[in-house]
């Protein structure tokens, strides 16, 4: 009877309190099952109506239960009562209290949901009245109790909730009322099962046994959250008892900043993401931008040199309008000097050649294969591969070569080369073009002068026709072909094969290979060229012209007989084999052939050569060859390159240093070097280099990614770095193929040593990683890309597209996909798969890691910082550096942060043999934080529990653990590959593929 004695009273006040006379009585409507009882009580009765019923053995006499059933006149009857006198009126209600408690008990087991509804009700007053009381807390602390309980324990809890209220209202009658409380939730449950009353009792009886730490306990209910945080971190304590203090005050610290800065965290990334999405839409703006104007055109946009011409240019006709006027004036003048001049040279001409008459021994060869090229001290070596590849391809042939310097003249003039006829730059310039010579680059001059060397060969000698080739020429066949096509036409043109944009800019047809025969339309044609040239010949597209070339789309309207090739295999050049056409290269027997036109002459356009061994194979921007292209055309012409440099660096040093660039072989876009690693690479379209760091507790993951990359491809490198002696023995006895090992020993600064001994073995193996980036790429000029790898990842399928997909960006990250707070903490890129390229720019970003990771390098979150490990500083590379590579593929690099902590409800599946994640092929998994217990037992996620669904388990971690197992199976004393853990170690997430 006490909830409805707690009624009364409560229903007492509020009505004497909203009384207008302050009369010292009430009148109260009780509502008893579907009874309604009007009562007057005054307040002088008050004690007695609390006291008087226990005084008595007494309780308020109302209907039973049984009445409910009562006809309608009955209850009309009985309704609306009221008792004047409020002591006569408890003496009769007090007559059933037995029934009432047998009904109330009936009530709160079939209808526990109003039970509920009442105890909350009853709160609702009981804090409305006395807000400040003992009362209100403990009703609090007991519905905390309740709802903590299980579902179907909540009468139970209410009961006993409602038992510690009493006790703490009667303390006299305490042991009483425990008694009757452990009685009361026994009989509640004893329709459910025996355990739940044995939890029952022991519940009570730890809340018994803190009775008098009441005040901690109800602390503790309210702070439960973060006791359970705690409780956590403190297994996570026993679990690696070996990590230092650091390592356990970092866990701590992650919790409490888990739960205090959550807001912050969000607001931060949320910053940071709005910051990457802008830098990211530049990015896009950008490339979207660059993506129409191809390779060529960016780099005449950003050539220094050629904004030097176009500003020599604008300086030379602003400073031709001024001599116009001059010029004019004294025409006549200046046509009697010509003629004067031109007498004389006619002169020194007649004893030039006397002087440079040549050795019977090279008569000119009675034949219609007949060459010309220029050449300076810098081309010397790319002339002599032009001349070896004529002798080897035809038994009869004239090549003139103009020499631009004495230098070069001299050089080749001692070698006494058969059919080769040298002529100096001096025999052929006259005032005009000695007059742009001052005012032009080395290349435009080289331009201007071809047309006057065509002439001057064709009036000199007697031959029909002659073929001008550029010198980075190179035959691969007999030429008869090309004069074969050229027949009886008067100018022979081949075409570029361009992009169209790229032709409407720069020419139809290229300049590197073009013909003219001694007839009149041919001398005439040769004429208008000269012509052309000499009033404009920059290297800066002006006014629909550029250079030579673009004049030569007048000729086919301007002439007839005119023959434009038609073979592939004429000129053929990057610009239109390997990024612009999808011609078929092939190698049939031991010809080159294009589709189906044999390769006769292929333009080795932009090739800088830094030494015998490097060079830059395509100096505008980095290039992808094919590598039939590779192997069948660009090998052998390198090769032959290499030995002419070995042949005459000591004879004739001069000429190396004039063929050799001085800059840095770091510039170079499409970087080669001829070494055993390259000639390798070279025969697959695409080559994976990695790197990647073992230490003994890694080694056995280490190895299952080695075994799962060989088994899905063999075009790759793998540079693993050793933390210890045993690690190598192992290594070194296995001898994997495409494997180097590279002991830390090897690379390892003082500096580095230094901060070895301060720093974990895991905080050192985080600092050494971008130093071994950096290390691999300074000492491999023969790569152009390293991307780094955890030993703990797992390649489920070819990785190849993630060289396409770096393309030419300068560094390669992955997302993390994790959670919010995840990344605030760790990071939003994931350090465990990151790539560089061999370039400028890269390498400037891979220093400033490294020096970051130098600073600091912690496994404890440092907020003043922002850092954790080398991983948090990744997230500022977007930010302070350009051209950065942000992979969102879940493919690749997926793992247990974002595929199992942060799963937006992403699918695992296999489709004929092969792992998807949605729709996305899994390219790799990273087992992070994975724990091998022994051959047949893993912690799967060694920091909680977690769950993880049965396809992941399936298709992911099985056939990993498969494989780890394979592998420990093979070792001797394989236990010293387990994990290193304390006595007691409890696993997190147990999984065992004993029975797989």
């Not at 039970?115 to 009853?122: I, L, V």
């Not at 080398?870 to 590379?877: G, K, V």
Request: proline fraction near 2%; aromatic fraction near 10%; glycine fraction near 2%.
């Amino acid at each position: 009877m006490k909830w409805l004695k707690k009624n009364i009273i409560s229903d007492f006040l509020k009505a004497l309190s909203s009384n207008e006379k302050q009369e010292k009585s009430a009148t109260l409507n009780i509502q008893l099952f579907s009874k309604e009882i009007s009562v007057k009580f005054h307040v002088d009765n008050l004690v007695d109506i609390i006291n008087g019923a226990r005084k008595n053995n007494r309780v308020l006499e109302l209907p039973s239960p049984q009445e409910e059933t009562s006809t309608s006149e009955n209850i009309a009857a009985q309704t609306p009562v009221v008792y004047e006198n409020a002591q006569e009126t408890i003496g009769a209600i007090t007559q059933n209290a037995e029934v009432v408690d047998q009904e109330k008990a009936r009530q709160e087991a079939a209808a526990k949901e109003k039970a509920k509804q009442e105890a909350a009700a009853k709160e609702k007053a009981k804090q409305e009245a006395a807000a400040k009381e003992k009362a209100k807390q403990e009703a609090a602390a007991k519905e905390k109790a309740k709802q903590e309980a299980a579902a179907k324990e909540k009468a139970k809890q209410e009961a006993a909730a409602k038992e510690k209220a009493k006790q703490e209202a009667a303390a006299k009658e305490k042991a009483k009322q425990e008694a009757a409380a452990k009685e009361k939730a026994k009989q509640e449950a004893a329709a459910k099962e025996k355990a739940k009353q044995e939890a029952a009792a022991k519940e009570k009886a730890k809340q018994e046994a803190a009775a008098k730490e009441k005040a901690k306990q109800e602390a503790a209910a309210k702070e439960k959250a973060k006791q359970e945080a705690a409780a956590k971190e403190k297994a996570r304590q026993e679990a690696a008892a070996k990590e230092k203090a650091r390592q356990e005050g970092a866990a701590k610290e992650k919790a409490k900043q888990e739960a205090a800065a959550k807001e912050k965290a969000r607001q931060e990334a949320a910053a940071k993401e709005k910051a990457r999405q802008e830098a990211a839409a530049k990015e896009k703006a950008r490339q979207e931008a660059a993506a129409k104007e191809k390779a060529r055109q960016e780099a005449a946009a950003k050539e220094k040199a050629r904004q030097e011409a176009a500003a020599k240019e604008k300086a030379r006709q602003e400073a031709a309008a001024k001599e116009k006027a001059r010029q004019k004036a004294a025409a006549k003048e200046k046509a009697k000097q010509e003629t004067l001049k031109e007498e004389n040279q006619q002169i020194v001409l007649v004893k030039t050649k006397e002087q440079t008459k040549l050795s019977p021994t090279e008569p000119i060869a009675s034949t219609n294969q007949n060459f010309c090229v220029i050449a300076g001290k810098e081309y010397c070596i790319k002339i002599m591969a032009v001349y070896e590849s004529l002798a080897k391809n035809s038994d009869n042939f004239n090549l003139w070569v103009c020499c631009t310097d004495a230098i070069t003249h001299k050089f080749l003039n001692e070698k006494n080369l058969k059919n080769m006829h040298l002529i100096r730059v001096e025999e052929i310039e006259n005032d005009q073009l000695r007059a742009v010579k001052q005012e032009r680059m080395i290349n435009e001059y080289c331009w201007t002068l071809k047309s006057f060397l065509i002439e001057y060969i064709l009036k000199n000698n007697d031959i029909e026709q002659v073929l001008y080739c550029d010198g980075d020429i190179y035959f691969f066949s007999n030429p008869a072909s090309i004069f074969n096509e050229w027949g009886s036409a008067s100018i022979f043109l081949t075409p570029q094969r361009d992009l169209d944009w790229v032709e409407q800019k720069y020419g139809k047809y290229q300049a590197g290979i073009i013909g003219f025969r001694k007839d009149e339309i041919g001398l005439s044609a040769v004429q208008w060229w000269k012509d052309r040239c000499i009033e404009w010949c920059g290297v800066v597209e002006n006014n629909g012209r550029f250079g030579d070339q673009k004049y030569l789309d007048q000729l086919p309207k301007m002439y007839d007989n005119v023959r434009i090739s038609s073979n592939l295999g004429v000129n053929a050049a990057p610009w239109n084999i390997i990024y612009n056409n999808d011609f078929n290269v092939s190698l049939q027997g031991d010809n080159v052939f294009i589709n189906n036109d044999p390769l006769v002459a292929y333009h080795f356009s932009c090739i800088t050569i830094y030494d015998s061994d490097k060079y830059d194979l395509w100096s505008m921007h980095q290039l992808n060859i094919q590598k039939e292209i590779m192997n069948y055309i660009y090998v052998p012409y390198l090769d032959l390159l290499e030995k002419l440099i070995k042949n005459y660096q000591n004879s004739y040093p001069g000429i190396i240093k004039a063929t050799l660039s001085t800059k840095d072989f770091l510039q170079a876009k499409t970087k080669y070097q001829s070494t055993k690693l390259k000639k390798r690479m070279i025969k697959y379209n695409n080559y994976l280099l990695l790197t990647s760091i073992f230490s003994k507790e890694y080694l056995v993951k280490g190895l299952a990614m080695y075994h799962s990359l060989s088994r899905q491809i063999d075009n790759f490198h793998m540079w693993i770095c050793t933390m210890d002696s045993e690690t190598y023995d192992v290594l070194s006895n296995l001898n994997l193929k495409n494997v180097t090992l590279i002991p830390v020993e090897s690379f390892e600064t003082s500096q580095l040593k230094e901060i070895k001994q301060q720093r974990t073995l895991q905080e050192y193996c985080w600092t050494i990683k971008a130093t071994l980036l950096e290390h691999l790429l300074s000492t491999h000029a023969d790569i152009d890309h390293l991307f780094y790898c955890d030993s703990d990842l797992y390649f489920f399928s070819n990785p190849l597209s993630v060289i396409d997909d770096f393309g030419r960006f300068s560094v390669y990250l992955c997302r993390q996909r994790g959670t919010e707070v995840l990344e605030h903490f760790h990071g939003q890129y994931q350090a465990g798969f990151i790539g560089f390229k061999n370039e400028r720019n890269s390498r400037k970003i891979l220093n400033w890691w490294k020096k970051k990771c130098l600073e600091e390098c912690s496994e404890v979150y440092n907020d003043e910082r922002k850092s954790w490990g080398d991983q948090l500083y990744l997230d500022r590379i977007p930010e302070l550096f350009e051209n950065i590579k942000v992979n969102q593929n879940p493919g690749i690099n997926a793992a247990p942060w974002n595929l199992i902590l942060n799963n937006t409800e992403q699918e695992v599946t296999t489709r004929e043999n092969n792992v998807y994640i949605d729709n996305n092929p899994l390219i790799f998994f990273h087992f992070g934080s994975l724990l091998i217990l022994n051959e047949n037992e893993f912690d799967l996620w060694k920091l909680e529990k977690v769950d993880i669904s049965s396809s992941t388990l399936m298709y992911i971690y099985n056939p990993y653990l498969t494989k780890v197992k394979e592998i420990l199976s093979s070792l001797s004393n394989n236990t010293q590959f387990f994990a290193n853990l304390p006595s007691g170690y409890i696993a997190k997430n147990p999984y065992s593929i004993a029975s797989l």
